[in-house]
């Protein structure tokens, strides 16, 4: 090849490449709004409209109800998962993050429709829980497409890099929704809110995930899966033999993710709650201060991608988790100060140690299982490991708060799980060359 057709080449696969990584890292950023607007309406607003003779009887009550709709997506993850990766394996990448973006898109566009406990009674957190539920499969289903995508795709040493543009869709769908919350509480008083505003940012979810369709229907798919259709290899393995050929690795994948998904739920959904009712800090500023730790957690997100590739990803995980779990108690120390100043520093520096272990994920996962298996068992790991550690995790929060009246224990509770974390990627480090078959 001449150096004018290699100049080419090279400029098409720059070309190819950002296309790839714009459209995971908008797609995940969309999915995650959704994700996201809900956790932050359970934790602020749902428990007096959908929950109201709980909240009524017993506010603490009422809002672990509201909290506890959060979890009961992540128990339909493992299903999408395994169905989305099936199919993802079987047909491509490509079609199932499509698939996965329309069905999120279109359970959080009719939330925003759905009417209250006023209106229509017990059927109102019915099917609340059941369009959460469509959330959790379909978000189930996402994750391992986006991952595996730019994994997939990546020069073998920028790997860990090309695997934090999914990662960081976390951190920009917080954003969204922190921007979205934010404007809807400036722009409505407290009972317009309650009546109408807060349905908004769910609505909005309509117009952002045309805007990710329209971006994902022209990325090319996966050359992996492509070489894999050439040699005519797809996944045969029967769905009942999930765990049976790969179940030490997708324990390892699912402790590994279970830290950074405790800690990034209670962040996202239980740490504005707790300021607002047991600090009493307003609303407002809390919000802006989420704004401020996600934006610095984005950056630690792209940065773990760039460590990742120099020292590995499993060295930067583990970094990772030394800081989380160093932090985990302090950060409830300083955030009982009491005001808005320590509350901003302990989610500024809590936001490091989020993006550190939690950027290098997709290129650890990935590389411990088969391309030809590979989107379902990520899949498959990635779902338990959010159901082990962020399911629950504000509920669990709040019930040790309503128990022990101190936030220490939660601190506590999130180093234990860093821990556990740190440890399987560990012992997956050690053994990662008897668990799967190089990326490439």
């Avoid at 959704?34 to 017993?58: E, H, K, M, T």
């Avoid at 539920?133 to 497409?145: K, N, P, R, T, V």
């Avoid at 400036?186 to 990710?212: E, K, N």
């Amino acid at each position: 090849m001449d150096d004018k057709n290699a100049f080419q080449v090279a400029i098409q696969r720059s070309a190819d490449d950002k296309c790839v990584l714009a459209a995971t890292i908008v797609g995940t950023s969309i999915e995650w709004y959704d994700y996201l607007i809900y956790a932050q309406s359970a934790a602020l607003i749902f428990g007096a409209l959908f929950f109201a003779p709980a909240v009524r009887s017993d506010p603490d009550l009422g809002q672990i109800f509201s909290l506890a709709t959060i979890g009961i997506a992540f128990l339909f993850r493992p299903l999408g998962a395994v169905l989305c990766g099936y199919l993802g394996d079987r047909f491509g990448r490509r079609a199932m993050l499509v698939i996965t973006l329309m069905l999120i898109g279109s359970a959080t566009g009719l939330i925003g429709l759905l009417p209250t406990y006023a209106s229509i009674g017990i059927w109102a957190p019915i099917l609340l829980s059941l369009l959460r539920i469509l959330q959790g499969f379909s978000a189930g289903g996402e994750w391992g497409g986006a991952a595996l995508l730019a994994v997939e795709h990546a020069p073998p040493s920028r790997r860990t890099s090309f695997g934090a543009f999914p990662q960081a869709g976390v951190p920009i769908g917080l954003l969204i929704a922190t921007g979205a919350m934010l404007a809807v509480a400036a722009s409505f008083d407290p009972d317009q809110l309650l009546a109408y505003g807060w349905r908004l940012p769910f609505l909005f979810s309509i117009v952002l995930t045309v805007a990710g369709w329209m971006i994902r229907r022209h990325v090319e798919e996966s050359p992996v899966f492509k070489a894999l259709q050439s040699r005519r290899v797809q996944s045969k393995a029967p769905l009942r033999e999930v765990f049976k050929s790969h179940f030490r690795p997708i324990l390892l994948s699912a402790l590994i993710c279970v830290g950074n998904s405790a800690a990034g739920y209670l962040f996202l959904a239980f740490t504005i709650s707790y300021g607002q009712s047991v600090l009493h800090l307003p609303a407002n500023q809390l919000l802006g201060c989420s704004i401020a730790a996600c934006a610095l957690w984005l950056v630690s997100t792209f940065a773990s991608g760039w460590i990742g590739d120099r020292i590995g990803a499993a060295r930067t995980l583990q970094l990772g988790y030394v800081l989380l779990a160093l932090w985990a108690v302090p950060m409830w120390l300083l955030i009982d100060a009491g005001t808005v100043i320590h509350f901003l520093i302990a989610l500024l520096v809590f936001a490091v140690p989020l993006g550190l272990s939690y950027g290098p994920q997709a290129a650890m996962l990935a590389d411990l299982f088969p391309a030809r298996v590979r989107y379902s068992r990520i899949s498959i790991g990635y779902a338990l490991g959010s159901i082990l550690g962020g399911a629950f995790a504000p509920t669990i929060a709040q019930a040790i708060m309503v128990r022990y009246h101190h936030s220490f224990g939660v601190g506590l509770y999130i180093t234990a799980l860093a821990l556990i974390s740190l440890a399987a990627v560990t012992v997956a480090k050690s053994r990662r060359c008897q668990l799967g078959d190089p990326i490439q």
